[in-house]
């Protein structure tokens, strides 16, 4: 019996199942605010430690910085509630993998699912994992650099930890999303703090003619798309929609407090940092909080590693436990092998998904090509995301009668796609071959598609070799099939 015959409903928008006693089942254990931890956690990472200087390097302008830093809240906002419109229609865990299956059908998912198994989630990881090593060890290695090897044994350190605490209990893995967000948010606070008295101590010389800057249309449209790269991780929640607790009503509040916390935090922290360092300051630095921190907090300069070390060591659990439910429902829907949608018998998690996404990142983690292929995904992403926009438009007319909880006016979309379309087209002008380059890998899942998961010749030595690895694994692992799975399509 495959996971196929094993699902029981083929309809992506039917209602919510109920979640008896004693079934395998992914339990709704994620509360509002480990959601709102989930969101805030995975957008705020190094960067706004180390440099927060892409919007200001564009305009040179401190007003018109800040400015674009509020744009670009706004502008992740309304996509955000687009895809609580998407994500309370589509009640299937996965994200834009589910939105992109239900709007376009198997093989545009697939290719969605194609590119985050190769570089989307594996790279993203492997780098998060390397900034919270290269920093934790920062302090043993004042003078110089860490070794690189010890930098890269800690990250995979990191990678384990996660995921055994991700396979041990889903309730551990968001207490640690939610108290490393609260030490990230309290890192900023005491930032946003200092430079708040810095400037009531009447140090406001760096305001002076906040305004003069470059406005060319080139200059503003790179210092937007350095400030909505910014926000990415927005739409994480969507990826583990069946996990939350009352989704129709958690996943938007969720979006109402996350999306004007960071957009607060980003906007504060930046005129924080404006009101102690100078424009060449901020520039020249390497690490821009460890600049402001040399000038305010002095000896105490030291904490301010620690300070990034928390936030990337968060960001890793978030990517972790989304990229597992992803593989998790690619799985469901025969994209990936049987074995990655099962889930533990006890613990209710997906152990074997997990393991995989640890396996490819600890794989990154080897080459020194894991920093140029990130360069290749940013466009492919969000081409996903303006992907699922548009699917929610071509759903409203496909689909009129499908239940939508939450339905948003029709300009939000048609605004959040445009700024999309922006953010997929402005790069081809200063650098097409990336784009060429992950089209060109992008499009190699489509042999895959069709010789792996469509042909209906199998091959008998590979099938009855399944077989046994799946029975090796589950007996290992204590692993089985889910009940009660929602199906994004009756095969």
């Known amino acids: 019996m495959t996971a196929e015959e094993k699902s029981s409903s083929p309809a992506a928008t039917s209602p919510l199942p109920d979640r008896d006693d004693g079934k395998v089942v992914l339990e709704r254990k994620i509360t509002l605010m480990n959601g709102v931890a989930l969101i805030v956690g995975t957008i705020i990472g190094s960067g706004i430690f180390v440099s927060p200087t892409g919007v200001f390097v564009s305009t040179g302008s401190v007003g018109v910085s800040i400015i674009v830093w509020v744009l670009s809240g706004l502008l992740s906002t309304l996509g955000a509630l687009c895809y609580a419109e998407l994500g309370t229609s589509v009640t299937r865990s996965g994200g834009d993998y589910a939105y992109i299956y239900v709007a376009f059908g198997p093989l545009a998912a697939f290719l969605r699912l194609w590119i985050a198994i190769l570089i989307i989630r594996p790279t993203t990881q492997a780098i998060v994992a390397l900034t919270f090593a290269q920093y934790a060890t920062k302090s043993f290695f004042p003078a110089c650099d860490p070794p690189d090897q010890a930098v890269r044994l800690l990250a995979a350190v990191c990678l384990c930890i996660l995921t055994a605490v991700n396979c041990a209990s889903v309730r551990w893995a968001m207490r640690i999303q939610s108290v490393f967000t609260a030490a990230k948010l309290f890192a900023l606070a005491a930032i946003i703090l200092a430079g708040g008295i810095h400037v009531m101590s009447g140090h406001t010389e760096h305001f002076g003619n906040m305004f003069e800057g470059k406005y060319g249309p080139d200059a503003v449209a790179v210092a937007f798309y350095s400030g909505l790269f910014a926000f990415g991780g927005w739409n994480f929640l969507n990826f583990v929609t069946e996990e939350l607790q009352d989704p129709y009503k958690n996943l938007p509040r969720a979006i109402w407090i996350a999306l004007p916390t960071v957009t607060l935090v980003y906007v504060l922290a930046n005129i924080a940092y404006f009101a102690v360092l100078s424009g060449d300051e901020m520039l020249s630095s390497a690490a821009v909080a460890v600049s402001f921190g040399n000038k305010i907090f002095g000896s105490f300069t030291w904490v301010v590693p620690i300070f990034v070390a928390l936030s990337t060591f968060g960001g890793v659990n978030g990517i972790l436990f989304t990229s597992a439910r992803l593989f998790l429902t690619g799985s469901q829907e025969g994209h990936l092998p049987e074995l990655f949608s099962y889930v533990h018998v006890r613990r209710h998690t997906p152990v074997p998904s997990l393991l995989f996404t640890c396996s490819a990142s600890l794989a990154m983690l080897l080459t020194d090509d894991v920093f140029v292929l990130i360069n290749y995904y940013s466009q492919i992403l969000w081409f996903s995301v303006a ?71 199998k091959n008998q030595r590979y099938n009855a070799f399944s077989k046994h690895l799946t029975c090796f694994v589950q007996s290992i692992l204590e692993v089985t099939w889910m009940e009660d799975v929602q199906r994004l399509s009756s095969k």
Do not use: E
């Open 387 to 457: 992907a699922s926009v548009g699917g929610m438009l071509w759903l409203r007319y496909k689909q009129p009668d499908i239940p939508r909880p939450i339905r948003v006016n029709i300009i939000i979309p048609i605004v959040f796609l445009a700024s999309c379309l922006f953010l997929v087209f402005f790069p081809l002008v200063a650098n097409p071959w990336n784009a060429v380059v992950s089209i060109a890998i992008t499009l190699t899942g489509i042999p895959v598609y069709y010789i792996c998961v469509k042909s209906s010749h």
